[in-house]
């Protein structure tokens, strides 16, 4: 078993309860080993060291088994919180049972040499710190049992203090990490050019980086074609590294990219004093806002991955609606978001990006193409390979592959015009034009759909900032109810996904 996050936690748990079944097991042999020193004929030592050990061995199992079976249920849990703290029980419970292996073993074994002693049953005499320690109970003892009230009366005024403020507490899965860096997701229109996106992930690198706690920053627009988390080109992910307190005041030199470009020597000099990263972090929420068309999601790289792993959405919170129809989905997903705009703990709120943009579609005149002898699926076939092209085959270049790809010419899919005009040749060999079997019409279409268990949905994705998550939750699914679940038509649903649902 591996060294991780939690484990060193289950070893913290289990510290304080190591040295019981030990305590337990020394205790009990001191006291036989006392009353066998008092009897005219004492017997071996071993003999009482095994006897009392043997007196006391059922309790100590039976005590450890009892307190080992309260951690089983973490083995139940799935999940990402299975994952977490599944480590924490077990390294507890090979911590316990550990320590009821020496208890059984070594402390006997330790006692039979270290305790017989034969002035064990003589006088006793305390040490200094224990006569100070029975001294000072004795005082105490004297002062407050005469007013028992009193004492009750102390006692239970910060136990019922401590539960009005546990009731009243808020509540999160994970406490907040402090990873050190932040990672900012800029998202503008589908759609927008390569170039256009990368224009505005360099004005929000920018922006970051005028920043005093800012170090340095990493920028990616777009994502590879086969990215495990693939994005559109309208995507940028910036990561920002931040100045320690540990460098605030020293002078120094950090390389840093810029818009894509590293300059030869750009000097980052520390702050004389680092504010804390909430105050950081909004400060730069308040300078991206300024970038026109672009929605900004501030979080960090493993809070984000465990949040993508939760709800596939990368932020703390995700409110889903499912349904049958995009427009209406589009419609609720706004009244969404102006019900929970504003309400104190969230921030980062946005929509999924789900616009119309002009598709080309092609509709079969299936009389025509009959008496041609096309069929429906043979025309989509012959449209699909035209437009975006048909891997055929491969070819081998030395140690390299290319994929050989058959599709028309650039000068017949410049417009709609030269697509209605392709030449195709009939199962009955008649040459046809395409626009004689099918209409090729441009029409606004969704740029994505995204689909959950079959149902298609759209997501409205915050973060809690300065709130507690829980609280945030609670506050954003009662002004939801209040304001949306009224008016939503029959077969659609809003579900809320997160890391409060492991919680």
């Known amino acids: 078993m591996s060294i991780n996050t939690m484990t060193p936690g289950g070893i913290a748990v289990a510290i304080g309860e190591l040295v019981d079944d030990a305590i337990v097991d020394v205790e009990n042999i001191f006291r036989r080993l006392r009353e066998n020193n008092l009897r005219p004929d004492p017997l071996p030592a071993q003999e009482i060291v095994f006897h009392a050990s043997s007196e006391i061995r059922n309790s100590i199992v039976l005590g450890t088994t009892v307190v080992i079976l309260v951690f089983l249920p973490l083995f139940a ?32 074994a330790l006692s039979s040499y270290l305790l017989p002693d034969p002035q064990l049953g003589h006088e006793e005499k305390d040490g200094p710190l224990l006569r100070f320690c029975k001294w000072g109970a004795r005082k105490f003892y004297g002062a407050t049992f005469p007013r028992p009230k009193i004492v009750i009366g102390i006692a239970v005024s910060p136990v019922a203090i401590g539960l ?36 505005l992930g360099a004005m929000a690198e920018n922006l970051i980086l005028g920043v005093p706690e800012v170090k340095s920053t990493g920028r990616r627009t777009g994502r590879a074609e086969q990215d495990e988390h693939a994005e559109g080109v309208h995507y940028s992910e910036i990561d920002v590294d931040f100045w320690t307190s540990e460098e605030a005041g020293k002078s120094g030199e ?47 790289p493993i809070s984000h991955r465990i949040d993508h792993l939760l709800s596939g959405v990368k932020a703390q919170i995700a409110i889903k609606i499912t349904g049958s129809d995009l427009g209406t989905l589009r419609k609720k997903a706004m009244e969404v978001e102006r019900a929970i705009k504003g309400l104190p703990g969230v921030v980062d709120l946005q929509v999924e990006q789900q616009i119309l943009i002009p598709q080309l579609r092609l509709r079969v005149k299936r ?17 699909e390979a035209a437009l975006n092209g048909r891997v055929v085959s491969q070819v081998i270049e030395g140690r390299r592959f290319f ?72 506050a954003i699914q009662e002004s939801i ?11 659609y649903s809003i579900t809320y996904g997160g890391q409060f649902e492991s919680q």
């Open 164 to 199: 009005w403020v546990v009731a009243n507490m808020g509540s999160e899965f994970l406490p907040p990490f402090n990873e050190g860096t932040s990672t900012v997701n800029i998202l503008a229109q589908p759609g927008i050019s390569l170039d256009d996106s990368n224009r």
């Open 367 to 383: 009389e025509a193409a009959a008496r041609y002898g096309f069929k429906a699926g043979e025309l989509t076939e012959i449209f």
């Open 77 to 108: 849990l799935s999940g990402i919180e299975g994952r977490l703290f599944a480590p924490l029980g077990l390294a507890y419970i090979v911590s316990i049972l550990m320590s009821l292996v020496v208890s059984l073993t070594v402390t006997p």
């Open 403 to 474: 994929d050989l790809v058959l599709w028309t010419a650039e000068s017949s899919r410049v417009d709609n015009e030269a697509i209605a005009n392709l030449r195709l040749v009939s199962p009955s060999g008649a040459v046809v034009l395409l626009a004689d079997v099918a209409d090729v019409v441009e029409t606004p279409g969704p740029n994505q759909i995204n689909r959950e268990n079959v149902a298609r949905r759209i997501v409205v994705s915050c973060n809690a900032q300065g709130r507690d998550l829980g609280s945030t939750v609670k």
């Open 481 to 491: 109810a209040m304001d949306v679940l009224p008016s939503l038509p029959e077969g």
């Open 254 to 300: 950090a390389t840093t990219t810029v818009g894509g470009m590293r300059p030869a020597a750009l000097l980052r000099v520390p702050p004389a004093k680092v504010r804390p990263r909430p105050v950081v972090l909004a400060q730069i929420r308040r300078l991206l806002e300024t970038i026109p068309g672009t929605m900004v999601n501030v979080g960090q």
